[in-house]
């Protein structure tokens, strides 16, 4: 009953009382099970009951990484106000990162030194249950969270500042909430959510990143409460051909600000996202059944909304898996103005052909069927014609695309595991044929090449091997399995 309680309250602080009480889903039942972790509710809530867990406490001056590789499943750890330059690598279940916020200080993961960006990754996580909240990410050359094949996630209250990738990135992974988090200054997407089913992206504060939101070949996402402004584009749904997932189907775009949406894009040249013409608000390319409903889309200098087939991104890899054009869209009302201000050529080319010299609010290019919108007057539009006048007035009925129980935990394929931790621990000192902070991989290849397990047992435990360089960081954080799946990916790694 105490437990009850306990859980009650602390609910009570982070969401409304009383709707998602009822529904624990796990009880501790013998020693080797993890405690509870996860409730959650069909009702768009996601909570993790913290009361009765192992606290692991990290201090200024101390690792945070340290603590997760002493961490079990279960445990919370808890990280006070410093300054952390690392990155934290959770490859295990159930764990939950917690910063402790203090009279306005926070704990604030740093990727720079010198005042040059050096660390890839604040956070990488593979576990599923994971908790991650109240991080200040600042100045990390790659990603501030990312996420690979984790299910039931809930990263909360971050705020993640300057990341030459992405902000939050969660890839292929099932049932996650994203939610009170504040993010600029991100060179590609701020939220970027990849090959994922049943997540839900709310309460954000996006700003002055190339892409606010990105749902790409996802599954049931509800994208809603967010303010994505002064961004080059603001919420995209898309398909990016050449990925696993093939479809990007389910998507709710509702109740959102997406303001001023004119920023010129710093995306680096070469990538994708550098394509991307300032001034859109919503990008629907190829996803099917998106609904965009009761937003404020106002001031994007282009246009507002922009529905298109994969021939707007012809740049991107040829798929025939991949059905390029985006069908049933439901345009219901939505508050549109100030858009179109200042149109790219092709938008502008287009609006003459109907004598305006304005970007539309709405605009529809290439190929689709059975899309619809409601009081079409009440817009300025483009290529809508084939659009059917909408039945559905509205979605209230969905409240949330989350499951409403915590989904088994996905099994990694053992180089899925070492790919990941290549990418994410590896990568940022080794490269394929240059010194960067390590020896470059063919070296390392040529030294290890039939004994895995050796390079293995050497990223436990390194020896100083080289005068001139650095002693190489412990990898013993991974698990024994990880290592040598790792060790696996680097022996077989070719430069592309
Ligand atoms: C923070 C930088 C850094 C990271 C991260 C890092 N390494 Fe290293 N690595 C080094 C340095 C520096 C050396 C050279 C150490 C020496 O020779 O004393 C090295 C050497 C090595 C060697 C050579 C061992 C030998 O016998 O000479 C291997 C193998 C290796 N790293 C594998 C890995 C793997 C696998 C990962 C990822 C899990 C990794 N490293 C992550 C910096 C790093």
Aim: with cysteine; net charge negative.
């Amino acid at each position: 009953m105490k437990k009850f309680i306990v859980l009650l309250v602390v609910s009570a602080i982070v969401f409304a009382i009383g709707l998602y009480v009822g529904k624990v889903k796990f009880s501790a039942s013998g020693p080797a099970a993890p405690p509870p972790t996860f409730f959650e509710g069909g009702d768009g809530t996601m909570a993790v009951d913290l009361s009765e867990k192992n606290v692991i406490e990290v201090r200024d001056g101390q690792s945070i990484q340290d603590a997760v590789g002493k961490a079990n499943p279960g445990d919370l750890i808890r990280v006070y106000p410093g300054i952390y330059h690392e990155t934290v690598y959770i490859d295990k279940d159930n764990i939950s990162l917690q910063g402790v916020i203090q009279k306005g200080k926070w704990p604030t993961l740093d990727g720079s030194k010198d005042g040059e960006k050096v660390l890839n990754d604040a956070i990488l996580y593979s576990g599923s249950n994971t908790l991650i909240e109240n991080f200040k990410i600042v100045q990390y050359k790659g990603n501030g969270i990312m996420g690979q094949a984790g299910n039931n996630f809930l990263i909360r209250n971050n705020w993640i500042i300057d990341s030459g990738v992405y902000g939050i990135f969660p890839e292929f992974g099932k049932n996650g909430l994203i939610t009170h988090n504040v993010l600029s200054g991100i060179a590609d997407a701020a939220i970027y959510v990849g090959m994922c089913d049943n997540i839900d992206v709310k309460y954000n504060e996006v700003f002055e990143s190339v892409a606010g939101i990105e749902i790409e070949n996802c599954r049931h996402a509800l994208v809603e409460g967010n303010y994505t402004h002064n961004n080059t584009g603001g919420i995209l749904a898309f398909i990016t051909p050449g990925l696993p997932i093939k479809d990007c189907q389910d998507v709710i775009i509702r109740n959102n600000f997406v303001v001023n949406n004119n920023l010129e894009n710093f995306g680096k040249p070469g990538a994708i996202i550098s394509l991307l013409p300032k001034g859109t608000g919503v990008i629907v390319m190829a996803a099917d059944d998106v609904v965009i409903e009761n937003n404020i889309i106002t001031g994007n200098g282009n246009t507002g909304i922009a529905i298109t087939d994969l021939s707007f991104g012809s740049q991107l890899s040829k798929d025939t898996a991949v059905e390029p054009n985006p069908d049933r869209i439901v345009i219901l009302d939505n508050v549109m103005y100030g858009n179109g201000e200042n149109p790219v050529a092709d938008v502008k080319a287009a609006m003459a052909t109907q004598f305006d010299d304005k970007g539309p609010d709405i605009l529809a290019y290439g190929g689709g069927v059975g899309s619809c919108i409601r009081n079409r007057d009440m817009y300025r539009t483009w290529g809508l014609d084939n659009y059917a006048t909408c039945e559905l007035t509205s979605t209230a009925d969905v409240k949330s695309y989350l499951l409403s129980e915590p989904v088994a935990p996905r099994e990694l394929e053992k180089d899925e595991k070492g790919k990941l931790a290549y990418y994410g621990v590896c990568s940022g000192c080794h490269a394929y044929d240059v010194r960067m902070i390590g020896p470059p991989v063919q070296a390392i290849q040529a030294m290890y090449k039939d004994n895995p397990q050796g390079l293995a047992d050497y990223i436990a435990n390194p020896v100083r091997r080289r005068e001139d360089y650095p002693e190489m960081p412990p990898q013993n954080y991974l698990t024994e399995e990880t290592r040598l799946a790792v060790a696996e990916f680097m022996l077989n790694f070719e430069k592309k």
